[in-house]
């Protein structure tokens, strides 16, 4: 069963587990027709249990990830949908005799990364905003039923994930490029991870297959951290634009960053580090196919 399977992760997990001899269930908000469909609304409705009936594994992709000005006013969104409910769903699985229960949480529950350094699984901080602590709630609460219960619970941290139709900031750059407003970047030697959709995907499923992955959290990315610049000429190279010989010198961004702190936020979010390991992952045997400095324009669109 797949729970948030028309978002952007979710829809490739299903195309993948098409691939497979899986029998699938979903469950979501809207009935669809083509798969035997639970609908409920996380966080407002009760999950009912006949959901669960004859599922053996649980990927858990659904949640509650709005970018908002004040948070605050809706912490309670934030903590029925990410927690409350996720609790809800494992114990029902749990309930119901679910063999495995894969968790796709966020490396925002880990903390803010490390400056200068990729941080790991056991490198805790206590997370930045609602999102990554509601995530971290929730993992904690999920590793606890699976210690308590027989059911093979394991959590995956994505770092930026990029790949077609993918919403956010890496499509407004690679948008900003192709329509001459998006400034060169300075190369500042910031290192910052993701990964291609595809490749998280190949990881969700993974974790479901291997037995080492019970009661484990894992970081995912492609393994290869990169600067902004980086980015920014790969960016170039998607819309087989030439690289650019010059760029805007960093003082001028620092000085952007003094007139608020909204504006520093955004400064840092462009240029600071973001970087995350994922040896655990890659220690267990799992390889990425993809990375940034190898994609095209239907990579992102």
């Known amino acids: 069963m797949i729970t948030g399977s028309s978002g952007f992760v979710g829809s490739r997990l299903l195309r993948l587990l098409n691939n497979t001899e899986c029998e699938i269930s979903l469950l979501l908000r809207k009935i669809n027709l083509n798969y035997e469909t639970t ?3 996380l966080g407002r409705d009760k999950i009912p249990l006949s959901a669960l009936k004859s599922v053996d594994t649980v990927f858990h992709l659904a949640g509650f990830a709005h970018d908002l000005n004040n948070p605050s006013k809706v912490e309670k969104i934030y903590q029925s949908v990410n927690v409350d409910a996720t609790v809800e769903l494992a114990e029902l699985a749990v309930q119901s ?15 803010g990364a490390l400056s200068g350094e ?16 509601t995530k971290r709630e929730a993992e904690i609460k999920l590793l606890e039923i699976g210690r308590k219960s027989n059911m093979h619970v394991s959590i995956i941290r994505p770092a930026l994930v990029y790949g077609p139709n993918a919403k956010g900031n890496l499509n407004l750059m690679l948008s900003g490029i192709e329509l001459g407003w998006f400034p060169p970047l300075p190369e500042v030697g910031n290192r910052r991870s993701m990964i291609h ?24 990315t492609d393994g290869k951290p990169y600067s902004s610049r980086e980015i920014y000429n790969s960016m170039r190279g998607i819309l087989n634009k030439r690289p650019c010989n010059w760029s805007v010198p960093i003082f001028l961004f ?4 003094l007139m ?13 580090d973001d970087c995350y390991s994922s040896n655990k992952l ?20």
């Open 197 to 220: 959709v595809d490749d998280l995907v190949r990881a969700i499923f993974f974790l479901a297959e291997d037995d080492r992955a019970n009661g484990e959290i894992f970081i995912a």
């Open 260 to 272: 608020s702190e909204r504006l520093k936020y955004k400064i840092h979010k462009l240029l600071g």
């Open 254 to 257: 620092n000085i952007i960053s």
């Open 97 to 111: 005799g679910v063999k495995k229960f894969i968790f796709v949480s966020s490396v925002k529950a880990g903390g």
């Open 39 to 41: 609908v409920c609304s």
């Open 282 to 301: 890659f220690n267990l045997g799992f390889r990425t196919k993809k990375s940034l400095d190898k994609m095209n324009k239907t990579s992102f669109r």
């Open 118 to 133: 990729c941080m790991t699984e056991i490198d805790q901080s206590s997370p930045d905003g609602v999102y990554g602590r």
